[in-house]
């Protein structure tokens, strides 16, 4: 069933986590875009991006990217290696044109190589891929999606019920490798021996309720066997989307009778979180090679003297291309204007030789929340001097019409 859609490199570490997976391309689908990584220390699990190019591409980069490290001392150090998976999927993006926009979602979870009595595990999500954990007999969903109906869920515009159903709810707001830096989304929770942990795809979530996963996790001690039933059960109730299921077990770590807290939100990493460290590495190694002879320093002042001017040019051009934002719509092939999503972007309207504008914020914003004056304007671009300013006239437009809904 999985049909390579795996991966499972040899284990560096004794069993700290024991796991079983399964994939299923579903009823619908052409392709699996789904991709998942096993090993006795570190678990993850992938779902390309549905209507990209190279979903399926992306989720297999992003997971053999993962795996080239498996044990991790710190929960900052695995999202550094998240990191390095988004720009792996990026830059094969940026080679292959049939490959442009490709991303995928990510959720991952491993045990931190600490000391005795120190038993950690770190979690990373980015999208809508979910990780649940099943302990002292409740289930609990520990991520939070990075969604479209989960944002306007969150701010109160939308009901549980209503997100459940939402025409919109694929649309995901955050995704590995279609950019070329990501917030990484960490959580730190005790290694309880005897919890059972769930990674998935929306595939499953989309079709399977919480009270359903938590009684097939309950009934199925052996974890392949469990995460078989669920893969199952989700193709037999519709099975709409490729759907992926990977159930793990704690083996090692505290007591059960500790109590296990789970952060009521996350913390970020970005590529800036590692920039600092990063540039004093490479000023360091560059002086090292520079004082190797007298010619060869010449030749590095020469060359630095060429790159100084040329980065000067580059940086007005930057400057003058990157200045500024615009409101306008996400427009995606075959998408229609009344369900694009509304984002700010940072940079000029067409962009400027190189420089093309960047999406800076997305909003909860579509088409089909505008007055006719307001899709055109969106439609054509809306230039603001600051973020704060096209953020302003966001929140303008969202107060207008839910004050619009509440008098109707």
């Known amino acids: 069933m999985n049909k390579g859609r795996s991966f499972h490199p040899a284990s560096v570490s004794d069993e700290l986590l024991s796991s079983g997976g399964s994939t299923h391309i579903g009823n619908v689908r052409s392709k699996n875009q789904d991709y998942f990584g096993t090993c006795n220390s570190f ?123 939402h025409p919109q709810r694929n649309v995901i707001t955050r995704s590995l490798g279609t950019h070329q830096d990501v917030d990484v989304d960490c959580w730190e929770i005790t290694a309880r021996k005897g919890d059972r942990y769930l990674l998935c ?91 190797s002879s007298t010619s060869l320093l010449k030749l590095i002042k020469s060359f630095i003297s060429f790159l100084f001017v040329l980065l000067t040019v580059v940086s007005l051009v930057g400057h003058y291309a990157r200045e500024g934002f615009f409101v306008a719509f996400e427009m995606q092939n075959g998408a229609k204007v009344s369900e694009s999503q509304v984002v700010i972007y940072k940079g000029t309207k067409g962009g400027v030789l190189w420089f093309e504008p960047t999406i800076e914020r997305r909003t909860a914003l579509l088409g089909l929340d505008l007055n006719n004056v307001e899709l055109e304007r969106i439609e054509e671009g809306i230039s603001f001097k600051t973020l704060n300013q096209a953020q302003t006239y966001i929140d303008t437009i969202r107060n207008t019409t839910a004050s619009v809904k509440t008098s109707s």
């Open 43 to 165: 678990i993850a699990v992938a779902d390309g991006m549905g209507g990209h190019n190279g979903g399926e591409v992306a989720s297999e980069i992003a997971i053999k990217e993962l795996f080239r490290k498996q044990r991790f001392i710190t929960t900052k150090e695995l999202a550094k290696q998240v990191l390095n998976a988004n720009i792996a999927v990026n830059n094969r993006a940026k080679e292959n044109p049939a490959l442009f926009s490709m991303g995928t979602t990510l959720c991952a979870i491993t045990q931190l190589k600490r000391p005795a009595g120190l038993s950690k595990l770190a979690l990373v999500n980015i999208g809508d891929s979910r990780i649940y954990v099943l302990a002292d007999d409740q289930l609990h969903q520990i991520t939070q999606d990075h969604s479209l109906v989960e944002e306007m869920y969150r701010e109160g515009k939308i009901t549980k019920s209503e997100s459940e159903n």
């Open 201 to 291: 795809t929306d595939g499953l979530t989309n079709e399977l309720t919480d009270a359903t996963i938590k009684e097939t996790l309950q009934k199925y001690s052996d974890p392949q066997m469990a995460s078989q039933v669920l893969v199952d059960t989700a193709v037999n109730a519709e099975g709409l989307d490729n759907v992926t299921a990977v159930v793990v077990d704690i083996k090692q770590g505290s007591d059960s009778l500790e109590l296990l807290e789970i952060p009521t939100s996350p913390t970020a990493y970005k590529a800036s979180s590692f920039n600092t460290l990063q540039r004093g590495e490479k000023k360091q190694n560059l002086l090292q090679k520079s004082s």
